[in-house]
Nanobody
Framework: QVQLVESGGGLVQAGGSLRLSCAAS????????MGWYRQAPGKERESVAL???????IYADSVKGRFTISRDNAKNTVFLQMNSLKPEDTAVYYC??????????WGQGTQVTVSS
């Protein structure tokens, strides 16, 4: 079992920045992938950014150039730096963990609200 605890969500004005953090604990394998999904009201859950333990990254087209994912392998923690936020970035953001890019564990979610 893997537990994921997110932090860093909140309310920000358009153009502002937020940084999300997610700490993983439990049965963590040295080779894994962590990242972030989001779900806006009335929309399907979508992948935002993923990073492997070897620091390979994948971003959704909608966040490229604005969001940066990083990780601290020693602390099993992943970060999402979100800059130039837009109202359409408003969603619940979920931290994910898996042995591949396919999520196997999900965090409880943290709300990000961007006001116009």
């Amino acid at each position: 079992q893997v537990q994921l605890v997110e932090s860093g969500g909140g309310l920000v004005q358009a153009g502002g920045s937020l940084r999300l953090s997610c700490a993983a604990s439990g049965s963590i394998f040295s080779i894994n992938a962590m990242g972030w999904y989001r779900q806006a009201p009335g929309k399907e859950r979508e992948s935002v950014a993923l990073i492997t333990s070897g620091d390979r990254t994948i971003y959704a087209d909608s966040v490229k150039g604005r969001f940066t994912i990083s990780r601290d392998n020693a602390k099993n923690t992943v970060f999402l730096q979100m800059n130039s936020l837009k109202p359409e970035d408003t969603a619940v953001y979920y931290c994910v963990y898996g042995l591949t890019y396919r999520p196997e564990y999900w965090g409880q979610g943290t709300q990000v609200t961007v006001s116009s």
